[in-house]
């Protein structure tokens, strides 16, 4: 029943390659958050957006950038993928004010 | 900087028991929370909301509660079954531009 979309659900790219994840937010939901859990952790957080612009970012390298377009969809690029970024990668998307996050079911990256 | 805990890591219990799953959060400063469901491998699921201003909410069985004083909530979940079986995650919005701040979760088995 979730209105946030992500694709694909896995993936297994090679050390050194680019990747590109995708989500598709319900209408409305103008901010969008990436996150990416290890196994048996807790989902961390990557970057935000906003409308369009980025209004926060984690601890995590240059190489994880994102977009996010008019229609409600973003993206998260990995460059010079490593093998320690093998993990699900979460999209979560609300609206404005109090409301809370809804996620999608993520995509997960295997790196070999 | 919030940080977010959550005992047990992991949990068993016999069908039909009530539990609870604490959660404890360092800054009692925070704009809401969230509890979570996620199953293996898959997304996450919100259970339950609740705003700064706000000291419980229920959903069915489920029953979710708030001291911000403490830097506490509890998920209380009455009657358990089997279904039950998941990871439980609790993340708190520090602010009302922020992202979430996870906990690692609780891993509950519900034995038949």
């Known amino acids: 029943e979730t209105g946030v979309t992500q694709s694909p659900t896995h993936l297994i790219k090679t050390r050194g390659q680019q990747v590109t994840l995708r989500c598709s937010s319900q209408s409305g939901h103008n901010t969008v958050s990436w996150y990416q859990q290890a196994l048996g952790q807790g989902p961390q957080f990557i970057f935000q957006?906003?409308?369009?612009?980025?209004?926060g970012r984690g601890n995590f390298p240059p190489r994880f950038s994102g977009l996010q377009f008019p229609n409600y969809s973003s993206e998260l690029n990995v460059n010079a993928l490593e093998l320690d970024d093998s993990a699900l990668y979460l999209c979560?998307?609300?609206?404005?004010?109090?409301?809370?996050?809804?996620f999608g079911s993520g995509t997960r990256l295997t790196v070999v | 900087k919030q940080e977010v805990t959550q005992i047990p890591a992991a949990l068993s219990v016999p069908e039909g028991e009530n539990l609870v799953l604490n959660c404890s959060f360092t800054d009692s400063a925070i704009y809401n929370l969230q509890w979570f469901r996620q199953d293996p491998g898959k997304g996450l699921t919100s259970l339950l909301l609740?705003?700064?201003?706000?000291r419980e909410q229920t959903s069915g069985r489920l029953n979710a509660s708030l001291d911000k004083s403490s830097g506490r909530s509890t998920l209380y979940i009455a009657a358990s079954q089997p279904g039950d079986s998941a990871t439980y995650l609790c993340a708190v919005r520090p602010s009302g531009n922020t992202p979430l701040v996870f906990g690692k979760g609780t891993r509950l088995s519900v034995i038949a």
């Open positions: 979560a998307s609300r609206t404005g004010g109090v409301y809370g996050y809804t």
């Open positions: 609740i705003q700064s201003s706000q």
């Open positions: 957006y906003y409308r369009e612009e980025e209004n």
